[in-house]
């Protein structure tokens, strides 16, 4: 098994644990500088005494006998005192530090020395003769320049030993009646700046010499350190091959991610490794001579396929050709297997295992595609279960569940190549039949399904029955949608001619369709008329409990059908085009009446699917946001994926420019379909609003559970923020919280309420903290 990586903070503590600190590389300078003196202690302690042999042979005649035998044992003592410290160190490994201290050490010890030998011109030079004078100069001379250059790297010493030892040398001279004494001086004085100077660039190359090698040193022990943090705990591997991709050298996990681990690939070609479509990519990647980048490839392994992703540039010859690849490898395998779950989440219902409604929808429109191309038959049906809501509100959503799950495990033993199923939404189903001989055959599976469905079940000890009709549109020369829509009003007929039967969508229908146009003629005037209303929802922040914003939902109050939901009027008024009057009258309503509320509350407004893309939505946004002088990020605009589906060339403008505007955006009844996951990165959404369908039921729900984690983990990956809907229990409210979501609203919060009611609402819900702008 390939062990994790070490976490970047790891890996800093390791490299901060081996890096030089300005402090430290100041001490090993410093105890470079002093070693590099030490070193040659010997051979400047054995000149010393040569020059004080010289001295005494010179000065013996003329000097005082005890003063030059005084001198003479400070000489011998400084001497033996040096070779014993130098003795006592040999043996011993350098110092890798200093302290100021031992600059200061050294520099005495030079100045002891440089007195000493500055004593002799000051004592004698005036006494002797002039040729005495000229081999006492000469030494003296000598001993400026090399005492000098020996102490080079410790500036200091070397300065105080040149400084003292010219000064001597000058009084010295000046006690004699030599004709070109001021010349002498002159010269002794311009030698010694030279020295002076002349060491301290020395000493000056020394340190930024040193200091150049310690860190490019110590830049190796941290790359190495890397690359050794790399080798034992990276899943990616290293490689260098020849030109023709033979491996040359490799990491040992790359052994192992080839299913050969202990073993040498040396010799071996990465492309015969790989499966035949990833060779044959890689060859032409290698023919291009150029850089390649996370290419994944296939790769057949005595442990079964893996996917691995590669990068590698060449290494050019002389000539211009690849001499060689270097490269890094990772295997990728576990991604690419979650990117297939998530893929496969995103296409299936998570409780029945069929298509969702989104795929189901993709599926139709293939096989549609498939049958006009064929000249072939084509149908699509619609079912759902009598009574089903009954059933959840008895015996509860799980068992509901569990009906579900039977009845869906039911219809795909009535699969098939041309024969697909798939759960469009809560208890309802999809069908699809193609490649048909005639329309009987097609009934006679309805049936079928019918019988199926209709049987009698055990379900956690409660006997269930429950009926089923379904809808059937034949054609191809419908759109995909038309024909699904006609579908589900066959279904609707279906149920409505006593249950229990298939239904084919034809003329007789256009009653109900006459319906519909006047309950369209009835909301042309309603919202002149008064009769649209808007109620509030309120959404809870789950950290302190608090209410942070409202969602206003829509209500019409007919005069002859009472109060009917969103429901029942918005599609028709999408269909009809009265949407965009109806969404800007809620957009400016809501805003007027969030503007009374407290500055940290913000309102929610849910956008239709029908006005994406219009300029008209820009235009209310801003009208509505400047009447009533709302801050923009009070306002949230809700979408559903069916913004996706549409995929309008101008999505991703429109949303971008709703977004600009300061509003935030939030992904309505997310979970229920394929398309959003898509584009969670691409366009700017800030808020998941997880579907009631997950929400609310049992807790131990393992499908609804792995589905609201997984929801929950995108967001937070992404920054997203995430709304539990249809919170209707307390055990309800628990379970979201504890799967981290950041929000909740449901029935258990409380009812819509009308805007007049929620300064008493607020009474007991007000937030913990409160903020201009508040995070929706």
């Known amino acids: 098994m390939v062990r994790a990586a070490p976490s970047v903070e790891t890996t800093e503590r390791r490299i901060a644990a081996d890096a030089v600190s300005t402090a430290d590389l100041a001490g090993r300078v410093r105890a470079a500088q002093i070693h590099a003196v030490t070193r040659f202690a010997p051979l400047t302690m054995f000149a010393n005494l040569l020059n004080a042999g010289v001295v005494l042979w010179v000065v013996a005649g003329d000097a005082h006998i005890a003063l030059v035998g005084g001198w003479a044992v400070a000489v011998i003592l400084m001497v033996t005192a040096t070779t014993l410290g130098w003795l006592r160190t040999r043996g011993r490994q350098p110092r890798s530090t200093a302290s100021p201290r031992a600059i200061r050490r050294a520099t005495i010890h030079a100045a002891l ?114 690359l050794n943090d790399f080798e034992e705990n990276a899943s990616d591997w290293l490689f260098e091959t020849g030109p023709d991709f033979a491996i040359t050298s490799h990491s040992p996990r790359f052994a192992v991610a080839a299913g050969l681990a202990g ?152 699969a098939g190549p041309d024969v697909v199923f798939g759960r469009v939404g809560g208890d309802e189903f999809g069908l699809i039949v193609t490649r048909f001989s005639d329309r009987q055959a097609v009934f006679a599976l309805a049936d079928a399904v019918i019988a199926a469905v209709s049987r009698s079940r055990s379900i956690d000890g409660a006997r269930l029955t429950v009926g089923t009709s379904v809808g059937l549109v034949f054609g191809t020369t419908e759109t995909i949608d038309d024909l699904i829509r006609n579908a589900d009003l066959a279904l609707y007929r279906a149920k409505d001619q006593g249950r229990g039967k298939s239904m084919v969508f034809d003329d007789a229908m256009h009653r109900e369709a006459e319906e519909r146009r006047r309950l369209q003629e009835d909301l042309r005037t309603a919202l002149n008329d008064g009769e649209l209303r808007l109620v509030y929802q309120p959404i809870v922040d789950l950290d302190h409990g608090g209410v942070i914003a409202f969602e206003a939902l829509m209500r019409w109050q007919h005069p002859e059908r009472g109060l009917l939901s969103p429901g029942l009027f918005i599609p028709i008024a999408e269909e009809s085009g009265l949407i965009d009057a109806i969404g800007g009258w809620a957009l400016r309503q809501a805003c007027r009446d969030a503007a ?50 549409a995929r309008h060339g101008n999505n991703e403008r429109f949303l971008n420019d709703l977004h600009a505007l300061g509003v935030r955006l939030a992904l309505d009844d997310f979970g229920t379909g394929f398309s959003s996951l898509g584009y969670l990165t691409r366009f700017p959404i800030q808020k998941l609003k997880i579907d009631r369908s997950f929400v609310h039921g049992r807790a131990d729900d393992d499908g609804r559970r792995a589905v609201v984690e997984a929801i929950v983990g995108i967001a937070h990956s992404l920054g997203l923020v995430t709304t539990a809907e249809g919170v209707e229990t307390a055990e309800d409210l628990a379970w979201v919280t504890a799967l981290g979501c950041s929000q909740a609203q449901g029935y258990h919060v409380a009812e819509p309420m009308a805007a007049t009611a929620i300064p008493a609402f607020l009474a007991d819900f007000q937030p913990a903290t409160r903020v201009a702008c508040p995070a929706l």
């Not at 004494?181 to 002076?196: D, F, H, N, P, R």
């Not at 219009?614 to 709302?630: D, N």
Request: aromatic content about 6%.
């Open 263 to 414: 073993q040498s690939l040396v010799g071996r070609r990465i492309a015969d490794l790989l499966a035949a479509e990833g060779r044959e990519a890689l060859v032409q990647r290698l023919a291009a001579a150029e850089p390649f980048r996370d290419m994944e490839v296939r790769v057949e392994t005595p442990d079964g396929p893996r996917w691995w992703s590669l990068t590698a540039k060449p290494v050019l010859a002389d000539d211009g050709r690849p001499g060689s690849w270097r490269g890094v490898g990772s295997d990728i395998s576990d991604r690419r297997l979650a990117g297939d779950k998530v893929a496969w989440m995103a296409r299936t219902d998570l409780l029945t295992g069929l298509p969702n409604r989104t795929h189901f929808r993709d599926l139709a429109a293939a096989k549609l595609a498939q049958a006009r191309a064929e000249g072939s038959g084509f149908a699509i049906g619609f079912l759902d279960l009598d009574h089903f809501k009954s059933i959840n509100d008895t015996l509860g959503h799980p068992v509901g569940d569990a009906l579900l799950t039977a009845v869906s495990h039911d219809l795909s033993q009535l």
């Open 113 to 226: 020395l440089a007195m000493l030998w500055a004593a002799v011109p000051l004592l004698w030079f005036g006494q002797l003769p002039i040729d005495d004078q000229l081999v006492i100069a000469c030494l003296m001379t000598g001993m400026i320049c090399a005492g000098g250059f020996a102490l080079s790297t410790v500036a200091p010493a070397a300065h105080v030993y040149v400084g003292i030892l010219t000064l001597g040398s000058v009084l010295g001279l000046l006690q004699t009646d030599n004709t070109f004494v001021g010349a002498l001086v002159a010269l002794i004085v311009a030698y010694s700046l030279i020295v002076i100077q002349s060491v301290s660039g020395y000493s000056r190359l020394f340190a930024e010499r040193f200091v150049a090698e310690a860190r490019l040193k110590d830049r190796g022990e941290i790359i190495e350190l890397l």
């Open 596 to 645: 009374d509320w407290p500055r940290h509350l913000g309102v929610a407004v849910n956008l239709s699917p029908a006005q994406f893309g219009q300029a008209g939505v820009l235009a209310h946004v801003t009208h509505a946001l400047a009447e009533s002088h709302l801050a923009p990020c009070r306002l949230e605009l809700e979408i559903t994926e069916a913004l996706f589906m």
